[in-house]
Each structure stands twice: as C-alpha cells, then as structure tokens.
C-alpha cells in the first residue's frame, strides 16, 4: 500500500504571496492532518480534516486554511506569507476506526520565505 | 503551556545495551500515546502506540511504558543499534473525536555508538 504523498517537496516563496500544499492521504484513510515543524516551535498541529469537515484546529491565524476532498485528499492554503512560516509542513493521514488512532506522515514540505 | 514534555534533549548509548526515552504529560484529557522516530527534512515514523486502558505494549525491540498517576510514559529500545539513531517524539492524543490532533513533545536525539 502506498505511503502518504505530499507536493510539492520543496517551495520558495517571497514575503505576501500564498502557497498551496497538497497532501494524499493512505488508501482508505479518512483523516488527515496537518503539522508545522520549526526549529523554536518543534511539531505543532495545524488543523484535521475528517469527511470533507475541519474537525479539529490549532491555534494558527487565519492565514492558515485546508479543504478536503471526496477522495480524502487534503490541500492546506498559507496566504499573505510571513518570513516565519519558513517551516516543514507535514501532512499524516489515519483510518480513525475502532482502537485504530495511529497517523501516518509524509515526508513532508519544506516552505522558505524570503 | 507545553503539555508533552520531553526533558532530556539528548541521550547517548553504546550498540547492544538499553535506550530509554521519556516523557511527561500534564493534559488528563490525553488518554492515547505514540512515540514517534524522525530523520531530518523526512516526516516522522510511527513506531509504538499505548493505550491508557494499558500500562505496557510490547513490539520487537520497543517497549512502552505507560504510568498514568505519574503522568509518564517511557519508551525502551533493546538491544540498541546505530540505525535506531534519530529523533524521538513521543505525542498524545485525547478522546473521541480529537484522536485527529496530535501533541507533541519537543523530542530527544538519540545516539548509537558501534
């Protein structure tokens, strides 16, 4: 079975554009998650995304958005970029069924804003 | 407020002998575990999960401990090898509908020496 696939894996930006990132999830999976790792910070939770609905969120500003889709796939969006959302943006997918709760990364993208 | 918390930053051990990881949580709600093993710029592998319904879970080489009076969890690695040299996180998860959002801790580099 296919790992969780993220694109792109590396991104360039300069100060006030927006990103897109895009996230594919473990077949059958239904979760996904996504996570912003910075050195100060280290691994913090963004937003989760279960059936097309946000289910959870972090404590992000607003510039910080995510859909998904019927396929489960996932894209986070970063508008109006600041020099420190320079980060790895990881995305995790999980199956949620019963006592089954373990997410699954992908390798990640990697944003620098100039 | 840093609910997860990892306080050695690092530990080093000699091939063959024990590793052990720990970690502190102060979030009661937490009643799911997982440790976690990353490589820079990759995302982070999953490796053990406990349960707060368990005190021990058991897989290959890795062992967890879960003490929820202490609000402790440690992970046991043996016998160590130089590939099991990385960054460890553990993370944690609430019920019901918020096993979607992980928190992490701030991780501990481990290192395996030949």
């Known amino acids: 079975k296919a790992g969780v696939t993220q694109t792109p894996r590396y991104l360039i930006k300069t100060r006030g554009q927006q990103v897109t990132l895009s996230c594919s999830p473990i077949?059958?999976?239904?979760?996904v998650s996504w996570y912003q790792q910075t050195p100060g910070q280290g691994l913090q939770f963004l937003f989760e995304?279960?059936?097309?609905?946000?289910?959870n969120k972090g404590n992000f500003p607003g510039r910080f958005s995510g859909r998904q889709f019927s396929n489960s796939r996932s894209e986070m969006n970063v508008s109006t970029l600041e020099l420190g959302d320079s980060a790895l943006y990881l995305c995790?997918?999980?199956?949620?069924?019963?006592?089954?709760?373990?997410?699954?990364f992908g390798p990640g993208t990697r944003l620098t804003v100039l | 407020d840093q609910q997860v918390k990892q306080n050695s930053p690092s530990l080093s051990v000699q091939e063959g002998r024990i590793s052990i990881l720990n970690c502190d949580y102060t979030?009661?709600?937490?009643?799911?575990f997982l440790w976690y093993k990353k490589y820079p710029a990759e995302g982070p592998t999953f490796l053990i999960s406990i349960s707060s319904i368990k005190d021990k879970n058991e897989d290959g080489r890795f062992t967890v401990f879960l003490n929820k009076s202490a609000k402790h969890l440690s992970l046991h690695i043996v016998p160590s090898q130089p590939g099991d040299s990385a960054v460890y996180f553990c993370a944690a998860s609430a019920g019901g509908t918020s096993y979607g959002k992980l928190t992490f801790g701030q991780g501990t580099i481990l290192t395996v020496h030949p």
């Open positions: 077949s059958g999976h239904r979760s």
């Open positions: 979030n009661s709600m937490f009643d799911y």
């Open positions: 995304y279960f059936s097309e609905t946000q289910r």
């Open positions: 995790a997918s999980s199956l949620q069924g019963t006592g089954s709760h373990e997410q699954f």
